[in-house]
């Protein structure tokens, strides 16, 4: 049984990462948007909102506190912080 369901996105979710220290996860969609939010309990930390690409793969840092996101565009990946 799940400890808390969370709509984290109104369109398809591409990809999912989570943190090195499972701390967080963040979820990317086919509009572009990113959202950071606590693997605890849910609740939405950070969105990243105007991509104008589709996120198809999401990867943590070894750090933890920054975030790549990939999307299918003949350009470099970009570097969220």
């Known amino acids: 049984k799940p400890r808390w369901n969370i709509a984290a996105h109104a369109n398809t979710i591409y990809a999912l990462a989570v943190s090195p220290d499972g701390k967080l996860f963040a979820t990317g969609d086919r509009d572009g948007t990113i959202r950071i939010s ?9 969105e990243i909102t105007g991509l104008g690409h589709p996120v198809y793969g999401l990867a943590f840092h070894p750090d933890g506190r920054r975030l790549i996101s990939a ?4 350009q470099k990946p970009r570097i969220k912080a």
Do not use: I, N
């Open 71 to 74: 999307d299918r565009q003949p």
């Open 38 to 46: 606590q693997t605890s309990d849910g609740q939405r930390l950070h």
